[in-house]
């Protein structure tokens, strides 16, 4: 156990599949990327129904499941307790970490979907990437994947396969949404 007395408050935890797991302390790109996503939408849902929830809030989705999302929306605010969101958001973010990323893609995607969940991010800070999964009612089904390329990258492109890139996206909850990758990777490294 850390002798860090700020480590040891900070240590969270989820319960998945009926087993605590310790969830690892942040990196600094996971940090600002969960941030970013959390401001593109507080600032868009500003005086609208749906609520943007950041990193720290429980949601309670079955008796063995109680998840720690990076980024949640909430359209239900009757969902929404003082110990945290009772039921399924509307959209759940996850940014990968090393030691989540298996919890993130398997069991926690197949329970979010089962549950309800409309929309699933899978956020790579590393590999600035974002898998967009959809619910088709019983399971999610990947939509999309986007990736912000590096200039060493892009500068080795053609001059087409520069502007094929999609370099912008939608949510399927928000059709006036646009989220520009550029946006969700800010001052990340």
């Known amino acids: 156990m850390s002798d860090n007395l700020a480590y040891q408050e900070e240590r969270r935890e989820e319960l998945i599949d009926g087993k605590v ?11 600002f990327v969960s941030g970013n996503i959390y401001w593109l939408f507080a600032s868009y849902l ?3 129904k749906c609520i943007p929830i ?16 990076d980024v949640m929306v909430v359209c239900d605010q009757d969902k929404i307790k003082p110990d945290g969101v009772h ?10 970490s090393p030691s989540t990323a298996r919890n993130d893609k398997t069991h926690k995607k197949e329970t979010y979907a089962k549950c309800g ?27 999309d ?17 520069r502007a094929a890139l999609v370099t912008h996206f939608k949510c ?11 946006d969700i990777f800010y001052r990340t490294f």
Do not use: C, Q
């Open 21 to 31: 797991v310790m969830m690892s302390p942040a990196s600094v790109n996971h940090t």
């Open 46 to 48: 500003r005086k609208k």
């Open 54 to 69: 950041s990193d720290g809030s429980t949601v309670f989705l079955t008796d063995k499941d109680h998840f720690v999302p």
């Open 87 to 96: 039921g399924a958001p509307d959209l759940v973010v996850e940014v990968l």
């Open 117 to 143: 969940v409309r929309e699933y991010w899978l956020v790579s800070p590393e590999e600035k990437s974002l898998d967009v999964y959809r619910t088709n009612g019983t399971e999610f089904v990947l939509h």
């Open 145 to 161: 994947i986007y990736s912000l390329h590096p200039n060493w990258e892009l500068a080795k492109m053609s001059e087409e396969e």
């Open 172 to 182: 399927s909850l928000f059709d006036d949404l646009d989220i520009a990758l550029e």
